[in-house]
């Protein structure tokens, strides 16, 4: 067969190319299973898939009765395969559909038509609309900062190896598309996916063991091999282009940030030495690979002095070379970035105590080089090597390897990633009143109310006297915080003030709590009174609906406090605030949640342009849609005006950011829709402006009515509490080894203390999604009572139509009802042990599913739920037949698992598909906690 044969034979359109990368890849896993389990276990299979098919389409109870029989029949160890063979069949499907994405972009990009919107051309094209010219957008990336922040997530559940094996999947199907022109290279690939896909059928699904912190850490760490090594420096040269300046011009207006290691609210083991081990793990990811491109620039850079004119700057730099060897004599390049590696691995030995080993030659690693004391003087060094090859006519080879770089050097820094602090404002409260007892005997901080409180914050700043003293053993939870504090002090002084910029204190409800923060900071010296230095952001996370509400009176009383403003001032006058979609989703509602973040955000921007503040809003946004979950795309163009400003910083959830970033291509679709959004909401604040009055009202007569119907469900409705643990796999998540964070933020059961995410997690894997939905129904029947039906539903359209605030919430809302499945409910309803409390809850639930979407569909104006976007639509059908399945097993193994436990201990087996099963249908709904 030649090449023209093979390309006959290529699909013609891009919808049937995922059709057959999906039966590729299914077919693989299927003659795997048969070859090593037997038929017999894959015809299993394919008759509960059949059967699952049936009763999600039909709500057929035969094929209910039929396949509730099978599963109770099957031994656990047959429950086992059966549960990974359709997480397996979930993930490679996945696999596909992120493959045909990317080959939706390329064609897009290749057919030359206009670009897409969510694309840097697409935000680019857009600004110059609005005036955005060379010298605009060199001041504006001369003033942004925008940067996702890879979080950990204690719901977590890929392995590394499985992501690996994954990984090495995917990359194999962008290989068969543009790579394989012949049958041979054709039938070489395909024996490459059946090696990988049987070894991710014979690799272990779960952890042995819990993950650490540090576990956490290294995980993250790998997305920067993955992606944002190669992703980050290539968006950096398209903005320079974009803005007209030269190489590595603009400042570092794009960072990855992170707080894996430096998040200790609800995490009990984060402390002073993970936080010095984080940093020095970020350290040395970046420095091992700044000195790997140098030793490859080496190679790349043989010039000869002889042929080439170099600059007196390259000659000193050759001239300081360790490498005395004749066989590089006279190519001074080579010379003069052996003076680099030499200095980089003497920087590495400084910062980390260690030798650097592998990828240097004798004569670099006995160097007795001087370590660089700033990254801005190995950016020097490199901009040395660049301008010399400008000047003699290559200047195109500085703009490759060199060129990356570079700007990977001024993007990551020593420390790859600023280092995010965060603690629960009650811990700095009872740190602060045990220190002020120490200090001041019989000073009772705990006693005193709000404004007392910040009076005696406000004198302690005002004064460099310490309140700690070495000679006092504090307790165990202020020497704890105490010594975080001075390590990261200890950090500023090691790698310099980037390496952790930000303090974040989670449940903010007052202006005491960010005075608390800053006399901590004073007692650590990273807050300098004398000298009016404040070296890191003081960040107040705003989460509950009480909290947001308060957040623009908080932030107007701490820019009236004179001693702050001093600090701002030396800081340029930007405030970062953040705001927690997770936790007041969980207090309020999804419709709530959403209509008091944008409340918020109107009121901040007010309180910052009054005191000439320039506001940077920080994003807790989570992967599903109960978490402010959803397109990044329209999420940031629905922010008020004046809330960007090319400032924004925005989590990336951990359980997504293996989806989002594992492949370079995907990374950098998903950077880019974070710039081009950026971008065209500070272009055009204009277009997400408040609307006329009507719209407010009625949204916010919206947000009362479903937060009425929210609260009655879940915080007013007797034995709630017991229903979501029974009906739900909330307990078993408690048990599973999965993130390094408890689910609780204490021991009881109350739904107060359970933490957002696994609150999320559960109803998503019982596919009810509450969190995303629930109170919607009810709030629009309540608005057309007291509207008129058509007059409020046209109200409604013409929201939905003219209001991105609106539009976004209800396309997600969309996206997470056509995810969740009633019928499948019913089996995990079935699971509650009080048939009563099951019969007063579950058909309220659905009941509230059906009106939601009833008046979804009606002010959309579909037919069916996701009709506006039929490439999503098709991707969530296409998921169900190895989804639903899953459901049905896991309700299987957790009835066996539950009554076991009553009877003693459930077996490892049983516990083990438990687990296996909630892995499963985490990735196959991929934005699931």
């Given at each position: 067969m030649d090449t023209s044969e093979v390309q006959a034979r290529r699909p013609e359109s891009l919808d049937e190319a995922l059709r057959e990368d999906i039966r590729l890849l299914g077919r693989i896993l299927g003659d795997t299973i048969r070859a090593i389990d037997g038929p017999a276990t894959f015809g299993l299979i394919e008759t509960i898939r059949q059967l699952a098919v049936r009763y999600h389409r039909d709500q057929d109870k035969a094929a209910q009765e039929e396949l509730e029989?099978?599963?109770?029949?099957?031994?656990?160890?047959?429950?086992?395969?059966?549960?990974?063979?359709?997480?397996?069949?979930?993930?490679?499907?996945?696999?596909?559909?992120?493959?045909?994405?990317?080959?939706?972009?390329?064609?897009?990009?290749?057919?030359?038509?206009?670009?897409?919107?969510?694309?840097?051309?697409?935000?680019?094209?857009?600004?110059?609309?609005?005036?955005?010219?060379?010298?605009?957008?060199?001041?504006?990336?001369?003033?942004?900062?925008?940067?996702?922040?890879?979080?950990?997530?204690?719901?977590?559940?890929?392995?590394?190896?499985?992501?690996?094996?994954?990984?090495?999947?995917?990359?194999?199907?962008?290989?068969?598309?543009?790579?394989?022109?012949?049958?041979?290279?054709?039938?070489?690939?395909?024996?490459?996916?059946?090696?990988?896909?049987?070894?991710?059928?014979?690799?272990?699904?779960?952890?042995?063991?819990?993950?650490?912190?540090?576990?956490?850490?290294?995980?993250?760490?790998?997305?920067?091999?993955?992606?944002?090594?190669?992703?980050?420096?290539?968006?950096?040269?398209?903005?320079?282009?974009?803005?007209?300046?030269?190489?590595?011009?603009?400042?570092?207006?794009?960072?990855?940030?992170?707080?894996?290691?430096?998040?200790?609210?609800?995490?009990?083991?984060?402390?002073?030495?993970?936080?010095?081990?984080?940093?020095?793990?970020?350290?040395?990811?970046?420095?091992?690979?700044?000195?790997?491109?140098?030793?490859?620039?080496?190679?790349?850079?043989?010039?000869?002095?002889?042929?080439?004119?170099?600059?007196?700057?390259?000659?000193?730099?050759?001239?300081?070379?360790?490498?005395?060897?004749?066989?590089?004599?006279?190519?001074?390049?080579?010379?003069?970035?052996?003076?680099?590696?030499?200095?980089?691995?003497?920087?590495?030995?400084?910062?980390?105590?260690?030798?650097?080993?592998?990828?240097?030659?004798?004569?670099?690693?006995?160097?007795?080089?001087?370590p660089y004391e700033q990254v801005e003087e190995f950016t020097a060094d490199l901009l040395v090597v660049a301008r010399s090859l400008e000047a003699h006519g290559a200047g195109a080879l500085a703009q490759g390897r060199l060129g990356a770089l570079l700007r990977a050097a001024k993007a990551f820094g020593w420390t790859l990633a600023p280092l995010d602090m965060r603690q629960n404002s009650a811990v700095h409260e009872r740190v602060v009143a045990e220190l002020l007892a120490v200090a001041q005997p019989g000073t009772e901080y705990l006693a005193l109310d709000e404004q007392a409180r910040i009076g005696l914050l406000l004198k302690e700043l005002e004064t460099a006297r310490p309140l700690v003293s070495p000679h006092v053993n504090y307790s165990a939870e202020t020497a704890k915080e105490l010594a975080l504090f001075n390590e990261a002090r200890a950090a500023h002084l090691r790698y310099g003030k980037r390496c952790i910029r930000t303090m974040i204190i989670s449940k903010t409800d007052g202006l005491s709590d960010m005075l608390e923060l800053a006399v901590l900071l004073k007692e650590a010296g990273l807050l300098r009174p004398a000298e009016a230095v404040l070296d890191v952001n003081i960040v107040p996370l705003f989460e509950t609906i009480e909290d947001l509400r308060a957040a623009s009176g908080i932030m107007e009383a701490l820019f009236r406090a004179p001693v702050y403003r001093r600090l701002l001032a030396r800081r340029g006058d930007v405030q970062e605030v953040m705001l927690g979609y997770s936790d007041s989703n969980k207090d309020g509602g999804f419709t709530t949640s959403g209509w008091e973040l944008y409340r918020a955000e109107l009121g901040l921007v007010e309180v910052f342009a009054r005191h000439d503040v320039r506001i940077r809003l920080f994003h807790g946004r989570g992967g599903s849609v109960g978490r402010g979950g959803g397109p990044s795309y329209q999420a940031i163009l629905a922010q008020p005006p004046g809330a960007v400003r090319g400032q924004i910083r925005l989590t990336e959830q951990g359980e997504v950011i293996a989806a989002k970033y594992g492949n370079a291509e995907v990374g950098r679709r998903n950077l880019e829709v974070i710039l081009a959004a950026t971008l065209a909401a500070s272009a055009e604040p204009a277009a997400a402006a408040p609307p006329e009055g009507t719209f407010m009202q009625a949204l916010g007569e919206l947000s009362d009515n479903a937060f009425a119907a929210y609260r009655n469900l879940v915080y007013e409705t007797e034995g709630f509490e017991d229903y979501f643990w029974q009906s739900t796999v909330i307990s078993e998540i408690a048990a599973l080894n999965l993130g390094s964070r408890p689910a609780s933020r204490s021991k009881s059961r109350s739904i107060e203390d359970l933490r957002a995410i696994p609150w999320v997690f559960s109803w998503a894997q019982c596919r009810i999604m509450l969190p995303g939905w629930y109170g919607f129904g009810t709030a629009v029947e309540q608005l057309l009572a007291a509207h008129g039906e058509a007059e409020g539903m046209a109200l409604l359209q013409g929201m939905f139509q003219n209001w991105p605030v609106f539009s976004t919430l209800l396309s997600n809302m969309d996206m997470v009802l056509a995810k969740a499945d009633m019928g499948i409910a019913a089996r995990y309803a079935d699971l509650v042990q009080d048939e009563a409390l099951r019969e007063r809850i579950f058909p309220r639930i659905v009941a509230e599913y059906k009106r939601t979407i009833r008046y979804l569909l009606m002010i959309t104006g579909q037919e069916a739920l996701l009709d506006h976007n039929p490439v999503l639509r098709r991707a969530v059908i296409n998921r169900f037949p190895y989804l639903d399945p899953l459901n049905h097993v896991q309700v299987e193994m957790l009835r066996r698992y539950r009554e076991q436990s009553e009877e003693g201990e459930a077996s490892e087996r049983i516990r083990r598909g438990v687990h296996i099963s909630i892995n499963g249908i985490a990735s196959a709904l991929r934005n699931s906690g």
């Open positions: 029989t099978i599963l109770a029949g099957l031994s656990d160890d047959e429950v086992n395969s059966i549960t990974r063979a359709f997480g397996y069949f979930s993930a490679l499907a996945n696999i596909a559909e992120d493959h045909h994405h990317t080959r939706r972009w390329r064609a897009h990009i290749v057919g030359g038509s206009a670009p897409r919107e969510d694309s840097l051309a697409g935000g680019l094209a857009r600004a110059r609309a609005h005036g955005f010219d060379e010298a605009r957008l060199k001041a504006f990336f001369g003033g942004a900062y925008i940067a996702p922040v890879l979080t950990a997530h204690p719901t977590e559940v890929q392995r590394r190896s499985i992501l690996d094996c994954l990984d090495a999947i995917a990359a194999l199907l962008t290989r068969r598309d543009r790579l394989a022109d012949t049958r041979e290279e054709h039938e070489e690939i395909e024996a490459e996916l059946r090696a990988r896909v049987v070894t991710l059928w014979q690799t272990r699904v779960l952890r042995k063991n819990k993950l650490s912190v540090l576990d956490e850490v290294g995980n993250a760490l790998t997305f920067f091999d993955a992606t944002f090594f190669t992703e980050v420096p290539k968006l950096y040269a398209a903005m320079e282009q974009a803005a007209g300046v030269g190489l590595a011009e603009l400042p570092a207006f794009l960072e990855i940030g992170t707080w894996i290691g430096g998040d200790r609210d609800g995490n009990p083991f984060v402390d002073a030495q993970v936080l010095r081990a984080a940093l020095a793990a970020q350290a040395e990811k970046a420095l091992s690979h700044y000195i790997a491109e140098a030793r490859a620039l080496r190679k790349e850079l043989p010039f000869a002095s002889l042929l080439v004119k170099v600059t007196p700057e390259l000659k000193a730099l050759a001239d300081a070379s360790p490498d005395n060897s004749e066989h590089r004599a006279g190519e001074p390049y080579r010379l003069a970035l052996a003076s680099v590696q030499a200095r980089l691995a003497a920087t590495y030995e400084a910062l980390l105590g260690r030798q650097h080993i592998g990828g240097l030659s004798s004569a670099v690693r006995g160097a007795d080089a001087a």
